[in-house]
């Protein structure tokens, strides 16, 4: 009798114990995909990387994801020569955005949710506030980010290179997207 109490007492304290540890995980990736589109008269081109480093932590509603910016790539050597210039990747290497997110997250839902983050975006060593509207989707112990915007290269002090009359367009397309692993530090 003592030992099937001790169990149920044990089996309860552990039951207790998830909820708490599910609101408290931090969820982290490495190669998350980020890709931006865009164009010049009569030409659009896409540049890729699937080096996208982040990291969501539910209970603190932190989110945090850089880029090395050498390691997109457009499918073109010289063209993404010119771009790495453009941003002065010598001198600033990452984008990366630091953020809050500020809409409601079931954790224990498996449904796609649309939320919002707000924080910094910072590209060429120039933070620009904005907020970002995208999804989340929990599976298993993944969390599923898609995320898409318009983004104003001009707001962060770089210069759209050109030749003659035909300058690459201020804003561009972004798209990130990135399955996100419960870390074991957790």
Not at 80 to 90: G, I, S
Not at 95 to 108: M, R, V
Not at 148 to 171: A, C, K, S
């Amino acid at each position: 009798m003592k030992t099937c109490l001790r169990y149920l007492l044990l089996t309860s304290v552990c039951l207790l114990l998830i909820p708490l540890h599910a609101q408290a995980q931090t969820y982290s990736t490495e190669n998350g995909r980020a890709e931006f589109t865009s164009s010049v008269p009569l030409h659009e081109f896409t540049g890729v990387s699937d080096y996208l480093t982040g990291l969501i932590n539910i209970e603190e509603n932190l989110v945090d994801f850089f880029l090395d910016l050498e390691t997109l790539k457009t499918g073109n050597g010289r063209r993404d020569r010119d771009m790495y210039r453009t941003l002065q990747t010598d001198d600033f290497p990452f984008a990366e955005f630091t953020g809050s997110l500020i809409s409601s997250f079931d954790h224990n839902s498996t449904k796609q949710q649309n939320v919002q983050v707000t924080g910094e975006f910072t590209i060429h060593g120039v933070p620009n506030e904005m907020t970002i509207e995208g999804t989340l989707q929990r599976q298993g112990n993944e969390l599923l980010l898609k995320a898409n915007w318009v983004h104003d290269i001009t707001d962060h002090e770089i210069e759209p290179p050109g030749i003659l009359f035909y300058r690459v367009r201020d804003e561009m397309d972004v798209q990130i997207e990135a399955r996100l692993n419960i870390r074991e530090d957790e």
